[in-house]
C-alpha cells in the first residue's frame, strides 16, 4: 500500500487562555487521517525566543492578531508541504525551517511552524498506529530508556507578569514526590486546597492568575513561601520528605539596566546579581527550594556562572529566558558552566525537531530536563506526550485550576493508566 502523503494543511485563528489570539493547524492526508494542534503563547518571554507572528493591526485584538500567520499556512507552508510523506516528521520541520530562512523564523513565524510541526508529529503517529508519546520515545532515538512518568512542579501561587499580586517572583511551586503520577497529583491538589482554605481565613484574595495559582496580594515575596510551608502542615505532608518548593524569577522582567541592580517587590529591596543569589542560597535553606529558574536576567553569563556554583549542589540552578530551548545558546551555557537544568517550550524555537535536540543536548550534559507550558495556554495537551517521550525529568504545566492546566494533567493520568496496562 502506499505511504499517504498530506493533501491540506489549513489554519484557524483561536483564542488563547487569556484571550489572545494564537494559531491552530490541521494537516490532512490523502486517506482521510487528519491531525491539528494549538500552540501556546508567552508573557515573560525571553529576547531571544523564536519570534511569534502578529498582525500588528490595532483595529483587531489591540495588535495581537494571528492572522499573517494563519495565511502563511494555507498559502506558503500547504504549498510546501503537500504531496509529502509524514513518516519522518522532522524531514517535515526541516523543509519549514528552510522555507523561512531566518534565525528566529522571523519570516513565517514561530506559531504558524510550530502548530504545523505539531500537528504533523501528532499525524505521523497516528499513521503509525502508536501514541504519540511512543512515537516521540522511538522515533527520536530515546528507546535506550524505559517511558516514565515526568515529576510535576505546579505553580500554586502566581506572582511577576502572571498576575496583578504584586511579588516580583513569578512562579512558587511545589514538587510533590510519591512513587506514582497519581499520587503526585494527589499530594499537589491537597497542598492547593489548604492553601485556598489559608487565604480565606486571613481574607485574602482567591483569585487565580494566569496559570492558575492563587495570586493574593502580599507583603513579601517570603510570605508566598510560609504560606505555602502552612499549607503543607496542615495537610499532614512534610516538606523534604513528601514536598519540596521551587521557584521561577523571571529575574529579567526586575532588572534595572540603568543601576544593574534586582528591585524586589513589593518589598522595594534592590540586589547585585551577587547579593540576589545570596538570597536564592538562603531561601534554598530555609524554604526546602529545590529549584531556581531564571534566577538572573537572560544575558548574564558569567553571573549565571556564579550562580551555578554557588547554587548548583544544592539546587536545581534552571535556564528558561537564558536558553530558550535554543540548541546554540544551550551549548554555549554548557561551555560557560551556567545552569545544570533547562526548561523545553517547543514554542520558543518553533519546531518539534529543535525542541528535541535541545533535549538529547541537555541530557548528554547530565542537565536536568523540564518540560513546560506557556502562561497563554490551550486545552492542547501535547507537551503531556512531550515529556513522557523523552524522558524528561520534570513538567510544568501551572495550577491545579484552569482547563488548559487540567488537559495535560489528564493526559499524562490517561498515560500512566496505559503504560501500567502495558505491564500486565
Same mark, same amino acid.
Request: net charge negative.
Given at each position: 500500500?502506499?505511504?499517504?502523503?498530506?493533501?491540506?494543511?489549513?489554519?484557524?485563528?483561536?483564542?488563547?487562555?487569556?484571550?489572545?489570539?494564537?494559531?491552530?493547524?490541521?494537516?490532512?492526508?490523502?486517506?482521510?487521517?487528519?491531525?491539528?494542534?494549538?500552540?501556546?503563547?508567552?508573557?515573560?518571554?525571553?529576547?531571544?525566543?523564536?519570534?511569534?507572528?502578529?498582525?500588528?493591526?490595532?483595529?483587531?485584538?489591540?495588535?495581537?492578531?494571528?492572522?499573517?500567520?494563519?495565511?502563511?499556512?494555507?498559502?506558503?507552508?500547504?504549498?510546501?508541504?503537500?504531496?509529502?510523506?509524514?513518516?519522518?516528521?522532522?524531514?517535515?520541520?526541516?523543509?519549514?525551517?528552510?522555507?523561512?530562512?531566518?534565525?528566529?523564523?522571523?519570516?513565517?513565524?514561530?506559531?504558524? %511552524?510550530?502548530? $504545523?510541526? +505539531? @500537528?504533523?508529529?501528532?499525524? *505521523?503517529?497516528?499513521?503509525?498506529?502508536?501514541? !504519540?508519546? =511512543? &512515537?516521540?520515545?522511538?522515533?527520536?532515538?530515546?528507546?535506550?530508556?524505559?517511558?516514565?512518568?515526568?515529576?510535576?512542579?505546579?505553580?500554586?501561587?502566581?506572582?511577576?507578569?502572571?498576575?496583578?499580586?504584586?511579588?516580583?517572583?513569578?512562579?512558587?511551586?511545589?514538587?510533590?514526590?510519591?512513587?506514582?503520577?497519581?499520587?503526585?497529583?494527589?499530594?499537589?491538589?491537597?497542598?492547593?486546597?489548604?492553601?485556598?482554605?489559608?487565604?480565606?481565613?486571613?481574607?485574602?484574595?482567591?483569585?487565580?492568575?494566569?496559570?492558575?495559582?492563587?495570586?493574593?496580594?502580599?507583603?513579601?515575596?517570603?510570605?508566598?513561601?510560609?504560606?505555602?510551608?502552612?499549607?503543607?502542615?496542615?495537610?499532614?505532608?512534610?516538606? %523534604?520528605?513528601? $514536598?519540596? +518548593? @521551587?521557584?521561577?524569577?523571571? *529575574?529579567?522582567?526586575?532588572?534595572?539596566?540603568? !543601576?544593574? =541592580? &534586582?528591585?524586589?517587590?513589593?518589598?522595594?529591596?534592590?540586589?547585585?546579581?551577587?547579593?540576589?543569589?545570596?538570597?536564592?542560597?538562603?531561601?534554598?535553606?530555609?524554604?526546602?527550594?529545590?529549584?531556581?529558574?531564571?534566577?538572573?536576567?537572560?544575558?548574564?553569563?558569567?553571573?549565571w556562572k556564579m550562580m551555578t556554583k554557588k547554587l548548583g549542589g544544592k539546587a536545581?540552578?534552571?535556564?528558561?529566558?537564558?536558553?530558550?530551548?535554543?540548541?546554540?545558546?544551550?551549548?554555549?551555557?554548557?561551555?560557560?558552566?551556567?545552569?545544570?537544568?533547562?526548561?523545553?517550550?517547543?514554542?520558543?524555537?518553533?519546531?518539534?525537531?529543535?525542541?528535541?535536540e535541545a533535549t538529547k543536548l541537555a541530557q548528554q550534559n547530565h542537565y536536568a530536563?523540564?518540560?513546560?507550558?506557556?502562561?497563554?495556554?490551550?486545552?492542547?495537551?501535547?507537551?503531556?506526550? !512531550?515529556?513522557?517521550?523523552?524522558?524528561?525529568?520534570?513538567?510544568?504545566?501551572?495550577?491545579?485550576?484552569?482547563?488548559?492546566?487540567?488537559?495535560?494533567?489528564?493526559?499524562?493520568?490517561?498515560?500512566?493508566?496505559?503504560?501500567?496496562?502495558?505491564?500486565?
Open positions: 500500500m502506499p505511504t499517504p502523503s498530506i493533501s491540506k494543511v489549513t489554519a484557524l485563528e483561536i483564542l488563547d487562555s487569556r484571550g489572545n489570539p494564537t494559531v491552530m493547524a490541521k494537516v490532512e492526508l490523502s486517506n482521510g487521517m487528519e491531525a491539528r494542534a494549538g500552540v501556546p503563547s508567552g508573557a515573560s518571554t525571553g529576547r531571544f525566543e523564536a519570534l511569534e507572528l502578529r498582525d500588528n493591526d490595532i483595529n483587531r485584538y489591540r495588535g495581537r492578531g494571528t492572522r499573517k500567520a494563519v495565511d502563511n499556512i494555507k498559502t506558503v507552508i500547504h504549498q510546501a508541504l503537500k504531496g509529502k510523506s509524514v513518516d519522518d516528521s522532522s524531514q517535515i520541520d526541516r523543509i519549514m525551517i528552510d522555507l523561512d530562512g531566518t534565525e528566529y523564523k522571523s519570516k513565517l513565524g514561530a506559531n504558524a %511552524i510550530l502548530a $504545523v510541526s +505539531l @500537528a504533523c508529529a501528532r499525524l *505521523a503517529a497516528k499513521v503509525s498506529g502508536k501514541p !504519540l508519546y =511512543q &512515537y516521540i520515545h522511538e522515533h527520536y532515538g530515546f528507546s535506550d530508556q524505559p517511558l516514565r512518568l515526568p515529576e510535576p512542579m505546579m505553580n500554586i501561587m502566581n506572582g511577576g507578569k502572571h498576575s496583578d499580586s504584586g511579588l516580583s517572583i513569578q512562579e512558587f511551586m511545589v514538587v510533590p514526590h510519591a512513587p506514582s503520577f497519581h499520587e503526585r497529583v494527589r499530594i499537589g491538589a491537597e497542598i492547593f486546597m489548604a492553601l485556598g482554605d489559608l487565604l480565606h481565613q486571613q481574607r485574602l484574595s482567591k483569585l487565580v492568575g494566569d496559570e492558575g495559582g492563587y495570586a493574593p496580594r502580599l507583603d513579601a515575596n517570603t510570605k508566598a513561601f510560609e504560606m505555602i510551608l502552612e499549607a503543607i502542615h496542615q495537610t499532614n505532608y512534610k516538606p %523534604i520528605d513528601d $514536598v519540596t +518548593l @521551587a521557584i521561577d524569577a523571571a *529575574a529579567t522582567v526586575f532588572y534595572e539596566a540603568d !543601576l544593574n =541592580q &534586582y528591585r524586589l517587590m513589593p518589598e522595594d529591596s534592590t540586589y547585585s546579581a551577587d547579593k540576589l543569589v545570596d538570597l536564592y542560597k538562603e531561601w534554598t535553606e530555609k524554604y526546602f527550594l529545590r529549584s531556581v529558574e531564571d534566577g538572573l536576567r537572560e544575558d548574564d553569563w558569567n553571573g536545581m540552578v534552571v535556564g528558561d529566558d537564558l536558553f530558550v530551548t535554543n540548541p546554540s545558546r544551550l551549548r554555549e551555557g554548557i561551555k560557560k558552566n551556567a545552569a545544570n537544568a533547562i526548561i523545553i517550550k517547543p514554542n520558543q524555537i518553533g519546531t518539534m525537531t529543535e525542541a528535541i530536563v523540564i518540560v513546560a507550558h506557556r502562561s497563554g495556554e490551550t486545552i492542547d495537551d501535547f507537551i503531556a506526550d !512531550l515529556a513522557v517521550g523523552v524522558n524528561a525529568d520534570y513538567i510544568k504545566t501551572g495550577s491545579l485550576s484552569r482547563g488548559e492546566r487540567m488537559a495535560k494533567y489528564n493526559r499524562l493520568l490517561e498515560i500512566e493508566m496505559e503504560l501500567s496496562e502495558w505491564k500486565k
